[in-house]
């Protein structure tokens, strides 16, 4: 199975601030890297595939990078409706495997 | 607009069973492959199960393989999770999630979920 490490694992940032969360796997998975948004209470929402598309309706604030092993999201400016939990997920093969999720917090 | 409607959740004992259903709506149904995702209280997102457009091979997680059954009636627009021998362990949310192609790909959509909880 292919593990995501995702780091950190929660951080504290403030309104306006740039955000990057990096996302790695065990073993080399192209692009097929999405990232997941999930704040409290409510179901997952994607916001990024191939690593770095954006969603349908997605805001460009959100970014994505990588291929490989080693991807990143950038928040851009971080704005209050964007303190969530974020997920990476690889669909290169079955299982598919999440990261253990970036908690962000207000600071 | 795209909709999952997850049901079937509820309380039940351990060694019991549970069908869960998920009905989809504003979206060509049989050409999309669909999982089912799960998330124990505090937890992070765990797959469970996957079926692709067509029905054909079905792929599991090591944690519920030959316990938990995925099936789909493109007639009815439903995917379902079949769940035997439940654990304390399956106790979580489980949603559906709409994925972008015919087979392996991303999660477009989510389902808002539904509540098992397995406890005696």
């Known amino acids: 199975d292919i593990q995501m490490t995702q780091s950190p694992s929660s951080l504290s940032a403030s309104v306006g601030d740039r955000v990057t969360i990096t996302c790695r796997a065990s073993?080399?998975?192209?692009?097929?890297l999405a990232w997941i948004q999930q704040k409290p209470g409510k179901a997952p929402k994607s916001l990024i595939y191939?690593?770095?598309s954006l969603q349908s309706g997605v805001p460009s604030k959100f970014s994505g990078s990588g291929s490989g092993t080693d991807f990143t999201l950038t928040i851009s400016s971080l704005q209050p409706e964007d303190f969530a939990t974020y997920y990476c997920?690889?669909?290169?093969?079955?299982?598919?495997?999440f990261g253990g999720g970036t908690r962000v917090e207000i600071k | 607009e795209v909709q999952l409607l997850e049901s079937g959740g509820g309380l039940v004992e351990p060694g019991e069973s549970l069908r869960l259903s998920c009905a989809a709506s504003?979206?060509?149904?049989?050409?999309?492959?669909m999982s089912w995702v799960r998330q124990a209280p505090g937890k992070g997102l765990e797959w469970v199960s996957a079926?692709?457009?067509?029905?054909?091979?079905?792929y599991y997680a090591d944690s519920v393989k030959g316990r938990f059954t995925i099936s789909r009636d493109n007639s009815k627009n439903t995917l379902f999770l079949q769940m035997h021998s439940l654990r304390a362990e399956d106790t979580a949310v489980y949603y559906c999630?709409?994925?972008?192609?015919?087979?392996?790909?991303?999660?477009?959509?989510w389902g808002l979920g539904t509540l098992v909880t397995v406890s005696s």
């Open positions: 997920q690889q669909y290169k093969t079955y299982p598919l495997t």
């Open positions: 079926i692709p457009s067509t029905g054909g091979s079905t």
């Open positions: 999630a709409m994925e972008s192609g015919s087979y392996l790909e991303t999660f477009d959509y």
């Open positions: 073993q080399g998975i192209s692009k097929y």
């Open positions: 504003g979206f060509t149904f049989s050409s999309y492959a």
């Open positions: 191939a690593a770095s």
